[in-house]
């Protein structure tokens, strides 16, 4: 109880007024390489933003099932809009396909899921949204190094300042880069001298390319496979971090989910790989390598790294999975969420506009018609709910 009352004080202490919380960074300044007009141009007027603090202190994200967020991130809008963009872009994705030895889908499938082919970049201004997380939080010694980033990404010039836009937490650009990533990983594909991951594509496409490429990705491999396991198969403990060579996955039973074998020519034997149960056994269950954990480090999140695998597979030309999700209330495309919300705007709830953004208001709306409806009251948009909802 002791401890426990210490470690709140001290986390009460380190959250000091802005002004001389910038004062203690402002002191590292110079061995941080950042010069006194760079610091002035750009802290000046600083204040914490009020946005920023109730993103960082609001309620835990509302956690979505694995099965609603690839729905949703890999639906078929996604894959068309993929699809259009790997087409009209098809020079610069063979260019960079060639230097970086990256797949061009996996590559397409990040720029899709992490803002949208670019049209959702974030609207925070990336200085005062990292001033406040360095000043208030958990996290402050990590966003302290991205603030400093920051500023001397705005010192080299890479975009002007009024562009800096991000997410809360400082992911910018159309890859969504850190300003600690940008200034290690991004590149300057096009040659200007400018790496502008918010209005070049070329930058951006080859920067997450590098990414990709710096967390160990292998050319010429996939990613992984569905596959079909064996009835009474010992599952790894440490799940797909257990790697086995396909040959001995074969040799336990394990087929591709149509039936044939494992091991075919873009398979080969010698290929490592562990086994990932997503939703658990009862779910679709595949077979990932080394390129899979490379996607993984781009976002540390299980149903990130498996949408942007899977995207990768559904522009590439691949069906959705074979082996059904265990749920009997799949989750929903953009296309769907936006007609449930005109639905529920039409019966007069108060929530916007029908964006497909899950926003508070659009789950208390759907709260209020599943507890209408007599559906168990969970906020969660799904094909039981919309079902319904269309009945006239
Ligand atoms: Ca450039």
Redesign the pocket.
């Known amino acids: 109880m002791l401890i426990a009352l210490s470690v709140a004080l001290a986390v009460a202490a380190t959250d000091q007024p802005l002004d001389r919380c910038l004062a203690s960074i402002r002191a590292t300044r110079q061995a941080r390489r950042i010069t006194a007009a760079t610091w002035d141009a750009h802290t000046r007027n600083l204040v914490v933003d009020q946005r920023v603090l109730e993103s960082l202190t609001g309620q835990p994200e509302f956690k979505l099932p694995i099965w609603d967020y690839v729905a949703v991130m890999a639906d078929q809008e996604r894959v068309n809009d993929g699809q259009q963009r790997l087409t009209a872009l098809r020079q610069t994705f063979e260019k960079i396909e060639a230097r970086f030895g990256v797949d061009r889908h996996v590559v397409a499938a990040v720029w899709g899921i992490e803002s949208n082919f670019g049209r959702g970049q974030g609207s925070f201004a990336i200085i005062p949204s990292l001033a406040t997380l360095a000043c208030h939080g958990r996290r402050q010694a990590y966003f302290r190094g991205e603030f400093l980033a920051a500023l001397r990404i705005l010192q080299a010039g890479d975009f002007p300042a009024a562009r800096f836009l991000g997410s809360w937490a400082g992911a910018f650009g159309q890859t969504q880069f850190m300003p600690g990533t940008f200034e290690w990983i991004a590149v300057?594909?096009?040659?200007?001298?400018?790496?502008?991951l918010i209005d070049?594509t070329?930058?951006a496409l080859a920067s997450a390319a590098n990414y990709l490429k710096k967390a160990g990705w292998q050319s010429g491999v996939p990613w992984g496979l569905e596959v079909r396991l064996p009835a009474g198969l010992a599952l790894p403990a440490r799940g797909r971090r257990t790697l086995a060579s396909l040959g001995t996955w074969q040799t336990r039973g394990l087929t591709r989910v149509d039936g044939t074998p494992l091991v075919q020519r873009d398979t080969p034997n010698a290929l490592m790989a562990g086994l990932h149960l997503p939703a658990g056994r009862s779910g679709p269950a595949f077979l990932v390598t080394r390129n899979y954990e490379a996607i993984f480090r781009y976002n540390a999140a299980e149903s990130y790294a498996l949408a942007i695998a899977h995207l990768s597979d559904r522009l590439r030309g691949s069906g959705s999975f074979a082996t059904p999700w265990p749920t009997d209330d799949p989750g929903l495309s953009r296309a769907e969420r936006r007609e449930l919300q005109r639905i529920l705007i039409a019966r007069g709830h108060s929530i916007g506009q029908a964006d497909a953004m899950l926003t508070p208001a659009t789950r208390v709306a759907i709260r209020a018609e599943q507890e209408r409806l007599g559906h168990e009251v969970t906020g969660r948009p799904g094909q039981r709910l919309l079902t319904a909802l269309r009945a006239p």
């Not at 300057?188 to 001298?193: A, E, I, L, N, Q």
């Open positions: 300057d594909f096009d040659g200007d001298g400018r790496r502008d070049n070329g930058d």
